[in-house]
């Protein structure tokens, strides 16, 4: 009933910027927390950052000072601006959000759901 949709990924090299966008869309009543997360080949996925939904961030030590994310609560978007891109960081960017249920569906559970997942390449 609510779908995330990743977009921006790509291909940069060293040193170089991306910005990556999910849209959440659906049967939206409210979201809670939304956040990015990321796979690289043969590891398991890691969270690279988080933002509430009043605003505060939290962030893997890993991209401190290089990532920042932040969200447009109107637009049910979360962005994660990538500065100083490294070839570590390159992997598949997951974006995850957490769904306050609709008055009246049945549950007060909130649920959470995934994005499909989109390429970031660093290359050296």
């Known amino acids: 009933q609510v779908q995330l949709v990743e977009s921006g990924g790509g291909l940069m090299q060293a040193g170089g910027s991306l910005r990556l966008t999910c849209a959440a869309s659906g049967r939206i009543f409210s979201i809670n927390g939304m956040g990015w997360y990321r796979q690289a080949p043969g590891k398991q996925r890691e969270l690279v950052a988080t933002?509430?939904?009043?605003?505060?961030?939290n962030y893997a030590d890993s991209v401190k000072g290089r990532f920042t994310i932040s969200r447009d609560n109107a637009k049910n978007t979360v962005y994660l601006q990538m500065y100083g891109l490294k070839p570590e960081d390159t992997a598949v960017y997951y974006c995850n959000a957490e769904f306050f249920p609709r008055p009246g569906s049945g549950t007060w559970t909130p649920f959470q759901a995934w994005g499909q997942g989109t390429q970031v390449t660093v290359s050296s």
């Open positions: 933002v509430t939904n009043g605003g505060d961030t």
